[in-house]
């Protein structure tokens, strides 16, 4: 569903990212991890399509998304670190809209925000201006408009900033459930415990190379958790 081939994003002289190769198929968890500046949001953010990658390729369910960034889209879920909401929206109003863009016939739209908004606990919020929203409901609210299309793939830059432990707990279970459903989800997080209980495969990126990669289960053989295999091979 995922594929990133010898994937790399220069700055001027600087590559905040090189030579990544990652795979991420159906019904994986890909816990993608490193320090501050390692280049995680950069990659996330080539494989979205927001910045364009200076080399290699990323295919997402086979499309290429420079090439072919429409088609790429409209089977990807994109949940970024600070989500962007129309503040002056209310929140039904900015999951239409949102709905209409991904041109979604107006009943469908109507159940799918309906059963996701339910399941997020922001339901009965929808009329309010997003402006008042708490931190915590605007990311349910942005994890609402990412799920409208039933996207194959989900792309998730730090899924837990500004959620309280239940929406913790709901967010887990929510996305263990989209994974067994058959979706590739690609998610970036600094919460190891999270990424530990979650992810199904997970890579290390320290200063814009991987230096780990492959089944949480491998990773994990000689180390005592994820912490501990983080701090051995990020301090070498």
Not at 153 to 167: A, Q, R
Not at 193 to 219: F, P
Request: proline share 3%; aromatic share 8%.
């Amino acid at each position: 569903m995922i594929k990133l081939s010898n994937v790399g994003k220069k700055f001027g002289d600087y590559w905040a990212v090189k030579d990544l190769n990652i795979e991420v198929n159906r019904g994986e968890i890909f816990g993608f991890l490193g320090p501050n500046g390692a280049g995680k949001s950069t990659t996330i953010k080539m494989m979205s399509g927001l910045l364009k990658p200076s080399s290699g390729q990323i295919l997402i369910g086979g499309y290429d998304i420079v090439k072919e960034p429409i088609k790429a889209k409209s089977i990807i879920g994109y949940v970024p670190d600070k989500g962007f909401v129309y503040e002056k929206l209310n929140g039904r109003e900015f999951l239409n809209f949102i709905a209409a863009l991904y041109k979604i016939d107006s009943k469908q739209a109507e159940r799918k925000i309906n059963e996701l908004t339910t399941m997020f606990s922001i339901k009965e919020s929808l009329d309010e201006l997003i402006e008042n929203y708490s931190a915590g409901m605007r990311q349910r609210l942005v994890f609402t408009a990412a799920l409208l299309h039933e996207p194959e793939i989900l792309l998730i830059d730090e899924p837990i900033i500004g959620l309280d432990p239940k929406g913790v707990r709901m967010l887990k279970g929510f996305l263990g459930e989209l994974a067994l459903k058959g979706a590739a989800i690609f998610m970036t997080t600094h919460s190891l415990l999270l990424a530990e209980e979650l992810c199904t495969n997970i890579g290390i990126i320290n200063k814009g190379s991987m230096i780990a990669s492959g089944a949480k289960e491998e990773l994990l053989s000689h180390a005592r958790g994820l912490e501990d295999f983080f701090m051995q091979i990020t301090e070498k």
